[in-house]
């Protein structure tokens, strides 16, 4: 399975963005995530969802960020709100049953 994500960019702190991860067969009931690595730093967790529907956060983007998934499109996304500079990184989803990963797709928070 492939996974392509988008939606990234260049965002002023405090604004909003929404990432968005395709798969390119069906994710079925598979844990999702998001993760991020910032420059000179180790990939971090962001945000999973597994096939219930529950969703677990870090503790740094808690009450900022939304998890959300559609199994018919086998896609998640990402909802980013009241970004700051701290959030930037190139942001990669994961499948957890095929351990998959996509390209990753860049968020940089400045003013």
């Known amino acids: 399975v492939q996974l392509v994500e988008g939606g990234g960019g260049l965002v002023q702190p405090g604004e909003s963005l929404t990432l968005t991860c395709i798969a390119s067969g069906s994710i079925g009931t598979s844990d999702m995530g998001w993760y991020r690595q910032a420059p000179g730093k180790q990939r971090e967790f962001v945000a999973r969802?597994?096939?219930?529907?529950?969703?677990d956060y870090s503790e740094s983007v808690k009450g900022r960020f939304t998890i959300a998934r559609n199994d018919a499109q086998n896609t998640i996304n990402l909802n980013m709100n009241s970004l700051k500079p701290d959030d930037t990184a190139l942001y990669y989803c994961h499948l957890a049953f095929a351990d998959a990963w996509g390209q990753g797709t860049q968020v940089t928070v400045s003013s």
């Open positions: 969802i597994d096939s219930n529907l529950r969703a």
